[in-house]
């Protein structure tokens, strides 16, 4: 009606068989706007029957590689027949059988381990590969399948395995419903349940085997200290007599390290093994055990080690022209410390000597003579320091040594403090001049930009407070040493007043420098002693002047960073591996876990992180480099981790590689991948755990090897309800929605406009 009223005073009049034209193309675009919002739809309802399934589940796990006995329900000629051979012909028997079903039945075939996501395969594939998978989780892997079959109607689930299993035995129970059942599975509003089959491969009873079990050993040593590997060696499946002795040796690079013949007394026999490490870094080993006459599975009797070997135990030295308070728990902080070992010099009768041997000490000349310490530390530099001539500490300082100054009880004389000698107060990360000993009482206060520091790690677990108010549980400082930082150099604790009036400032506590490739710590303190000394619990009473045994106190903690740090420096900042091990399994998926900290030990969150993998143990031997990039996990943690595939046996090497121009590497550090694998040990079917497994699924077990198994699993599928499910299917046609109907609107509009146009029509 409203395209006939506009078109009855349009101006000038067109033609009676335009207007017409021009009315039935307006009208129509009117028409279709209201059909687009009133939005009729055309629906089509039909029936379509689902063919019901039966899902085969194949464990690929490198144990079904295994070639057992002669099977006499698939071998022929008397040839061996693997685990995965079997597998396959079983599913091959069902294949055949139910596709000559009627009614249809869906016939699905899927292999996975329950680690890795379960796949899905057909008999006639080209090329069906064989299991090389690391590690099993069968309750998992029943949970893979049934979800990858949701939604279909699946009657039964037939799962073909050893029963071997690498994670977690209850791991069905946990995915089962509280029946027993394996759960239900929704199809188009219908719920089926889906029973449970399980087939056996493999040697049930098992031949003799001897294997080694309970391996224990340190992951890491010291060079020169002894090693002790212990295990036990089971003889499984033995009847008759096991002989009366059997050899174990550890071989490593350089050959046979140690080797022992144990008399066998019963079934498990305990040995255990010692040897010295003849070289550093990561060292593997490999253990032997001899076999059983006419044992077949000889990968029992073997297994592999790795030990980090390091060079020694980081070595300081610690001067003092007066011992005291501070040398003697100094010391005690390096015993609780296992990388630490310390020597004392202090004055004797004859001169400098060894506190531990008395023998004299002739201070280095030159720079070589002090590396022979990883660190040193300087307690009280009067008496018969005083007339030391500390350069060459100084030049060994500059190539990397660390060092540790804290002026002693006698560093007051009669004028107040005694500087120290011109060659040994350039090296402070303070000033030096117009000291002198400012009186308490002063607190310990950690500067709040430092708070994450390594020498300040531990602390806060252990009971101090890190904030701005300072470590409380902390006694205050009587004395300090009025002075300040050098250019460049880091406060990381500070002495404040309780009542901090104008123009008396904080004082620095705890100043460190880096020095060339070595780095300096200054403790300005009167008696470090006093802060490990005191004890958190008993805070609000006087102090009963003895050690507060088995309690690893704020001041003690401090005392061992402190002594770390001077050894090692910062060795927790970086690019650094967490929780990372050095050997894996051949076929093993290899997991690693890495962290980027900032010199003050916290996280860097906004860069990437990416991991370079060399075939070699160092970056000399490599060919060819492979790059991985590092996923970062939630969290402000600064983790990431990344999955590397199965690495051939051999030894690698690994390097973190941080974003940035240039970029930012970690070190070099070993990785070893053994032939040796967890799945050749599993020579046996666990028969129990199969039926177990079927009991819960409320179906049978039968063994791949037992003559007429097939038969009467099929007789037992063919009483099953193999008619499928009827499905409502409804289909939807809806015009006015979409593309077509916005062309088809535009299209008419266009068309009345052209025409309009054409005739001379406003």
Not at 672 to 695: C, K, N, P, W
Not at 746 to 757: A, D, I, N, P
Request: no cysteine; charged share 20%; hydrophobic share 45%.
């Amino acid at each position: 009606m409203w395209a006939l009223r506009a078109y009855d005073r349009t101006i000038p009049r067109p033609p009676v068989r335009l207007l017409r034209i021009l009315r039935a193309l307006r009208s129509a675009v009117f028409i279709l706007l209201v059909a687009a919002i009133a939005g009729p739809v055309f629906s089509l309802l039909r029936s379509e029957r689902v063919p019901a399934g039966l899902v085969v589940v194949l464990e690929d796990s490198g144990s079904m590689a295994i070639r057992d006995n002669d099977d006499p329900a698939l071998g022929e000629g008397g040839d061996p027949v693997s685990r995965w051979e079997g597998a396959l012909a079983w599913a091959s028997v069902l294949d055949s059988v139910f596709s000559r079903h009627q009614p249809p039945v869906d016939v699905v075939f899927l292999r996975g381990n329950g680690l890795d996501p379960v796949r899905e395969f057909r008999l006639d594939d080209a090329v069906i590969p064989p299991p090389t998978s690391h590690g099993t989780d069968l309750g998992k892997l029943l949970r893979q399948a049934r979800d990858r079959m949701a939604g279909r109607s699946v009657r039964t689930m037939i799962l073909i395995s050893d029963g071997q299993e690498t994670r977690g035995p209850a791991a069905v129970s946990r995915h089962t419903a509280s029946d027993g059942s394996l759960g239900e599975v929704a199809v188009q509003g219908a719920v089926a349940a889906i029973d449970l089959r399980v087939v056996g491969v493999g040697d049930p009873l098992g031949t003799a085997d001897r294997i080694i079990k309970d391996l224990r050993y340190p992951d890491t040593a010291y060079e020169g200290d002894e090693v002790l590997v212990e295990f036990s060696v089971d003889h499984r499946f033995s009847t008759g007599s096991v002989g009366s002795s059997l050899q174990a040796r550890l071989v490593g690079d350089e050959g046979v390290v140690a080797e022992k013949t144990v008399p066998v007394t019963g079934r498990v026999v305990s040995v255990s093994l010692g040897f010295k490490p003849a070289a550093s870094g990561l060292q593997v080993y490999r253990l032997e055990v001899s076999p059983l006459d006419n044992e077949r599975f000889l990968d029992n009797n073997r297994a592999s080690l790795a030990i980090d070997v390091r060079k020694e135990r980081s070595r300081l030295l610690l001067l003092t022209g007066s011992p005291g308070w501070d040398v003697r728990f100094l010391v005690q902080a390096a015993e609780s410390e296992e990388r630490i070992q310390l020597e004392v010099v202090y004055p004797s009768a004859d001169g400098l000597a060894f506190a531990d041997s008395m023998n004299p000490w002739i201070a280095p000349v030159e720079a070589v003579g002090w590396a022979a310490w990883d660190g040193v530390i300087i307690s009280d530099w009067t008496g018969a320091l005083a007339g030391m001539d500390w350069r060459p500490l100084r030049a060994a300082v500059e190539g990397g040594l660390g060092l540790l100054v804290v002026p002693g009880a006698d560093s007051a004389g009669p004028q107040g403090l005694v500087a120290p000698p011109s060659s040994l107060a350039g090296l402070l990360p303070v000033q030096v001049s117009g000291w002198r000993w400012i009186s308490g009482p002063l607190f310990a206060t950690v500067a709040s930009s430092q708070a994450g520091h390594p020498i300040l790690e531990g602390l806060q677990e252990a009971g101090a407070m890190m904030s701005g108010t300072g470590l409380v549980t902390l006694p205050p400082l009587r004395r300090m040493v009025a002075t300040g930082p050098r250019s460049g150099a880091t406060v990381l604790m500070m002495g404040r007043r309780r009542e901090n009036a104008a123009g008396r400032a904080d004082l620095p506590l705890l100043v460190i420098d880096g020095l060339g490739a070595g780095r300096v710590a200054w403790f300005g303190g009167r008696n470090l002693w006093e802060l490990a000394f005191w004890d958190p619990s008993h805070a609000s009473t006087a102090f009963s002047g003895t050690v507060s045994g088995g309690r690893d106190s704020p001041g003690r903690r401090l005392l061992r960073n402190l002594l770390v740090w001077t050894s090692a420096g910062e060795e927790n900042s970086g690019l650094v591996f967490t929780g990372r091990q050095n050997v894996f399994q051949e076929g093993e998926r290899i997991r690693l876990a890495a962290q980027w900290r900032d010199m003050r030990g916290r996280p860097v969150l906004d860069q990437k992180l990416s991991l370079q993998l060399r075939h070699g143990a160092s970056e000399a031997d490599s060919s060819r480099v492979r790059t991985f990039a590092l996923s970062r996990r939630d969290g402000a943690s600064g983790f990431a981790e990344v999955v590397l595939p199965p690495l051939p046996p051999g030894r690698y090497s690994v390097q973190l590689v941080g974003e940035g121009d240039p970029p930012v590497t970690g070190k070099v550090e070993s990785l070893v991948v053994t032939g040796h694998s967890i799945e050749a040990t599993q020579v046996r079917m666990d028969r129990r755990r199969l039926v177990q497994m079927a009991a819960r699924g409320r179906g049978g077990f039968s063994m791949a090897a037992s003559s007429g198994a097939r038969t009467e699993l099929i007789d037992d599928l063919f009483t099953q309800d193999w008619s499928g499910e009827e499905v409502a299917r409804r289909n939807r046609l809806d015009f006015w929605s979409g593309w077509p109907f916005l062309g088809l609107v535009t299209l008419l509009l266009g068309l009345e406009w052209f025409l309009r146009r054409r005739h001379g029509l406003l």
